[in-house]
Every structure is written in structure tokens, then in C-alpha cells.
């Protein structure tokens, strides 16, 4: 879901553009024209957390930001403005391909990663001329406060939730100062080091592209939050910790494609095993459940899992619904396939499904068939302990649904940082991409809007992620030293109950 990097100019083809590399505005309003059209006839999402008003209101003001030319990246922050108020961990547009390389050898970013804590930004490497822990207080005279939410457009997050984005901005600072601001050569920055208020200045210079990339892989915090962005390799684990607690870590819900999988088939095995042994082990009264790597994956692994920890019946949603079957503005619509024969069969295959799964016309969408929804068990070999679940920004998409279950329908207690992912519903399952006519801008979102099976809890508030019984954040002490704060919180406690 990280996104964003550009390409100079000169290496695009002429015919995008007006004079001096901008678009005019007429062409900009067609484009914003044809975005909103394409939300409104195939976004099922669109109004899941806005209002109509709200919705007009956003694109009365994007339409008045178009009464000249703009480059690419103008009209870019535009889009992204809007993709980010609809609020879906699904939505994502991007610049064309062509931009993606920009700048590959100019030293124009800002040179070290950052780690966003306790609402503090934190330099996140180490290095001789502002040091590891530092706070940045402004860049070139800009408050840090205005940097950061002036990058939250850039990453998407579901409903209102906002603390999430900073799992995007820890990864990309760089980039974003550079799409938002501009290259720059070097970088004032007023800063003061660990542990002290004093405010110190210094001009720092500009990194290239892959130095930033070479700089990322050092930060300090890799050890603590590697598996929030890197390929993860070991996608699940279960240990014994100690005498009462075993540890069952999901890193990502990413395993097979649907049940028929060999790997989704191996998953099962592998849980069985687990849980049959907890059954001949009563002494094992406590369960950690880790999901805080997991951004999410495909069915049924969330639900799968889910039926270890409850002793009741459940369902994946008590809604979902898309709003066509027949793919609307076709010719905007971004193909697997290059050939037009194949081309045509991929929709044919497309719209077979969506007929197949929301057969039926009710008022203006298409309700999902029951048989997709079925009832389901808990699995024979249930946990009747105290499971602790761990969650934490990162946690979106299946790995937010299953947090949701989890919360809602079992007695577990719940530790670390609100999802990013929605507790009530979010737009998932069936992702499509179009590419604006004029500037080739994709935007991309998922379909099924869908409510999950879960009830209403007084703290939990519509558009929020699902939030912790105990709330347990890294401290700045536990960033120094890399230490795994929420979980050593819970195994005290366990021993504490």
C-alpha cells in the first residue's frame, strides 16, 4: 500500500501535456469529472463514512482548484485528497509509471528515516549530524505538526482513523517531503537531542533515491517493526513461553489464495496440531495471539483461525453488497490482460462471478447470496482459556476482521494500539483499478462493502478501528533499546491475574 516515488519530465511523452508540462485546466476537469463518476457508479464505499453533502463539498473544492494548468503532482494531491476522505485501507491512486523513477540519482531527500511516537517525530538512525532519538521540531521552517498531516492524504486508512497513516509516514518520509514540498538540496532542521528541550538548527544535505532506500533498511527500529514492512517469510508461528502461556503468532492472513490452497490446506494442519495439543495440556490456561504484522490476506484463513478461539457460531459479515455486475466505463478499466480476446474473457470471467455472488437487484445494489455467508462452527478443538490478542497500527484488511471477531464475540483481552482497519465494516474483498483518461492516473478500490459480524460496544465508535481493552504504546525509552513493549506488558499481566 506504500506508494509514491516520480520520474523528471523530460522522460514522458509530449503528448500528456500542454506547454511547460502542465495540463490544462479543462483537461484536469475532465479527468476529475470521470474519477468522481467511476466512484459513484462502482464504489460501493463511497458514502460508507461521508455523507452526499460532505462528498459534493470535497469535489466543489477540488473543481475550484482547477482554474489553471497544473503539473501532474498538483493535480496528483488533489486525487489522493479525495481517495484518503472516503475512507477505505483499500483505496489507493497513483501517479503514472513513468514518474516512478524520479530523481533515481539527484540528492534531493531528506536523508533519515523518522518514527512517529507519542505524537513526537523521532530520527530513526543512526548517524554523526542529528542523533539517533533526536526530535524534529520543523524542516526549512515548516512545523512538524503541518509536515505530517499534510502526509496523511498519501496513505489511506479505514473510516476516521488516522494513527494508522503513521505506518505509511515512518516508511516513506522521504518521499512524501519530496512529493509534498518539493526537492530539495538540503534541509534546515530545528531539532533537540534525547532526553533534552533545548532547540539546536543545522543544514543537513540531500540524499539520492536508493541511498534513502539503503538508509530505511539501517533504521534503528528495524529489529522492533521489520515485519511491518518487509516480504514476510515465516507467516505464522506457535511456541510454548511457559507453564500456563503458549504463543501463537499470525504475521499475515497472505497464505493461499482460497480453501482449496496447498498452503492454506497446510495452515489448517498446522493449527490443528496446535490447538489438539492445548487440549491434552489444561495447564495451559493462556493464549497470546500476536496479529500485529498482519495488514491482511484472503479467506478463509482469518475465519479458519477465528474458530480456535470462540465457542460459538459466527458468520464473516451480517451484510455485503456491490453496486453493479456489468463493469461500468469499461474503457478506463485496468486489465490483468493485454490482448483484446483475453481482454474480453477476463471480463466475461469477472462479471460470471459478481452474477454469481450477487445475483439479485435490491432497491440500487446487488446484496451477496446467503451461501456465501454461512453460518459457521467453532472448530472442535476450541481454546476455553483467556486469550490475550495483540494488535497494533499495522493490523488491516482480514487481519482487522479477524481482530473484530475476536474483540466482539469472545471474552479476550485486548492490548496494544486501534487498527487501522475498521471494527464494524470496511470495503474489501474484490479490488479494481481505471486510469484517468487524460493525466493516466490509476486509482484503485475494493467493491464489497461489507458489515461485519460484530456487536456494538460502547468504545467502539463508528469509523474507528478496533481498540484495545489496554492501550500500550512504545515508550521512547523502549525505542532506544528496541524493546517489545506490549508484549512485555502482557506477560506481566498474566502473571499479575
Not at 542529528?130 to 526549512?140: A, R
Not at 518487509?230 to 500456563?244: E, G, L, P, R
Not at 495471539?289 to 482469518?302: C, I
Request: charged share 25%.
Amino acid at each position: 500500500m506504500l506508494k509514491l516515488k516520480l520520474i523528471l519530465f523530460l522522460f514522458l511523452p509530449a503528448l500528456l501535456f500542454s506547454q511547460n508540462g502542465k495540463f490544462t485546466a479543462e483537461k484536469l476537469k475532465q479527468d476529475l469529472t470521470t474519477f468522481r463518476q467511476i466512484r459513484e457508479k462502482a464504489n460501493s464505499g463511497i458514502y460508507k463514512y461521508r455523507t452526499k453533502k460532505q462528498i459534493d463539498s470535497i469535489y466543489s473544492w477540488a473543481f475550484t482548484q482547477l482554474k489553471k494548468p497544473k503539473d501532474i503532482i498538483g493535480f496528483y494531491k488533489i486525487i489522493t485528497k479525495i481517495t484518503d476522505f472516503e475512507g477505505s485501507v483499500h483505496n489507493n491512486t497513483t501517479i503514472p509509471d513513468a514518474y516512478k523513477n524520479r530523481y533515481t540519482s539527484e540528492k534531493v531527500f531528506f536523508p533519515f528515516p523518522v518514527k512517529l511516537i507519542d505524537n513526537k517525530t523521532i530520527i530513526n538512525f543512526k548517524n554523526d549530524e542529528i542523533p539517533l532519538g533526536s526530535q524534529i521540531y520543523s524542516i526549512n521552517g515548516i512545523s512538524i505538526n503541518k509536515i505530517v498531516r499534510s502526509f496523511y492524504k498519501y496513505y489511506t486508512t479505514d473510516g476516521f482513523n488516522t494513527s494508522g497513516k503513521s505506518i505509511g509516514i515512518n516508511a516513506a518520509f522521504s518521499r512524501y517531503f519530496e512529493m509534498e514540498y518539493g526537492p530539495k538540496e538540503t534541509f534546515l532542521v530545528q531539532y533537540s537531542l534525547p532526553y533534552q528541550t533545548e532547540k539546536l538548527s543545522k543544514n543537513i544535505t540531500g540524499i539520492s533515491s536508493d541511498e534513502r532506500k539503503e538508509n530505511f533498511k539501517k533504521r534503528h527500529s528495524f529489529p522492533s517493526d521489520s515485519l511491518f514492512y518487509n516480504k514476510i517469510k515465516n507467516k505464522y508461528s506457535f511456541k510454548v513461553i511457559s507453564q500456563n502461556t503458549a504463543l501463537l503468532a499470525v504475521h499475515t492472513f497472505a497464505i493461499g489464495g482460497n480453501a482449496e490452497d496447498k498452503e492454506h490446506i497446510a495452515y489448517k494442519k498446522y493449527l490443528d496440531s496446535c490447538f489438539q495439543m492445548l487440549t491434552v495440556h489444561p495447564e495451559i490456561k493462556n493464549l497470546i495471539v500476536d496479529v500485529r504484522n498482519n495488514g491482511g490476506g484472503s479467506d478463509p484463513n482469518d475465519l479458519v483461525t477465528f474458530s480456535y478461539l470462540t465457542q460459538k457460531t459466527y458468520r464473516e459479515n451480517t451484510s455485503a453488497y456491490i453496486n453493479f455486475q456489468k463493469i461500468p466505463f469499461v474503457k478506463y478499466f485496468v486489465f490483468e490482460e493485454t490482448e483484446a480476446a483475453k481482454k474480453l474473457e477476463e471480463i466475461n470471467d469477472f462479471e460470471a462471478e459478481l452474477k454469481e455472488e450477487y445475483p439479485i437487484l435490491k432497491g440500487k445494489t446487488y446484496p451477496q447470496d446467503v451461501k456465501f455467508n454461512r453460518l459457521l462452527q467453532p472448530d472442535k478443538n476450541n481454546f476455553k482459556g483467556q486469550v490475550y490478542l495483540l494488535i497494533s497500527l499495522r493490523v488491516a484488511s482480514a487481519g482487522s476482521l479477524f481482530a473484530s471477531l475476536v474483540a466482539g464475540k469472545t471474552n479476550a483481552i485486548i492490548i496494544g494500539e486501534e487498527t487501522m482497519g475498521g471494527y464494524y465494516g470496511h470495503n474489501g474483498h474484490t479490488p479494481i483499478e481505471y486510469e484517468l483518461p487524460n493525466t493516466k492516473i490509476k486509482t484503485q478500490f475494493s467493491i464489497v462493502n461489507l458489515e461485519q459480524d460484530v456487536p456494538k460496544k460502547t468504545k467502539q465508535l463508528f469509523g474507528r478501528g478496533v481498540m484495545p481493552d489496554h492501550e500500550v504504546k512504545q515508550t521512547f525509552d523502549d525505542f532506544m533499546q528496541n524493546k517489545d513493549t506490549q508484549f512485555e506488558y502482557t506477560l506481566k499481566l498474566i502473571e499479575a491475574n
